[in-house]
């Protein structure tokens, strides 16, 4: 019923135009679950765009309907206008010290390697259907198997945790996360 891709790198010209159609479309139908706004994002550059999606320290997964792609695009991010749901997971080495900061000062362990998951979607037609719950896994599983180079020159095991932040009042979101624990 949906095809999951993870994003390529370096970001190519239809996967800039699946995401920022996605993401632009999220601001516009739930402005309140964001801390950015859909005026601003428009506004961006496609060089910008281009630099979001270009790091190989995150990485991005967009689903769309199955029946919106067609059976010769196996492995094409679908058109800009296909894609129902995403989510962003950042790697240390992308997450700004400032950001860190207050987690090191709840706790946040030395021994801890923190992951983000952020920019959170789906439509709300293909909620309840276990799209984001499929997302937030395959997010979780390539922030297990990657290796941020901001931990290579240290010794000893991490522990790998992945932080979100969520709006109160998205009680499906909240929901969502705490039974995936």
Same mark, same amino acid.
């Not at 991490?158 to 109160?168: A, I």
């Given at each position: 019923? %949906?095809? %999951? ?24 139908? *739930?402005?309140? %679950? ?11 550059? *496609?060089?910008?765009? %281009? ?49 860190? !900061? ?10 801890? !390697? ?33 290796? *941020? ?33």
């Amino acid at each position: 019923m %949906y095809r %999951y891709f993870s994003l390529p790198m370096p970001a190519t010209p239809s996967a800039i135009a699946a995401y920022k159609s996605l993401r632009l479309t999220s601001l516009r139908v *739930d402005a309140a %679950y964001f801390s950015s706004n859909y005026a601003r994002e428009a506004a961006y550059t *496609d060089e910008f765009w %281009y630099r979001r999606l270009s790091s190989p320290c995150k990485r991005t997964f967009i689903v769309a309907k199955a029946t919106d792609i067609s059976p010769d695009s196996e492995n094409r991010v679908p058109d800009g206008n296909s894609g129902i749901g995403m989510v962003t997971i950042l790697a240390p080495s992308e997450i700004p010290s400032a950001t860190l !900061e207050p987690l090191e000062r709840a706790g946040l362990s030395a021994n801890w !390697e923190p992951y983000f998951l952020v920019a959170m979607w789906v439509h709300p037609e293909h909620r309840g259907k276990g799209v984001a719950k499929e997302l937030v896994k395959r997010g979780l599983e390539w922030a297990r198997t990657f290796s *941020d180079p901001h931990f290579a020159h240290e010794s000893g095991e991490k522990e790998k945790v992945v932080v979100l932040m969520v709006h109160d009042h998205n009680k499906s979101a909240c929901t969502l996360y705490t039974k995936m624990g």
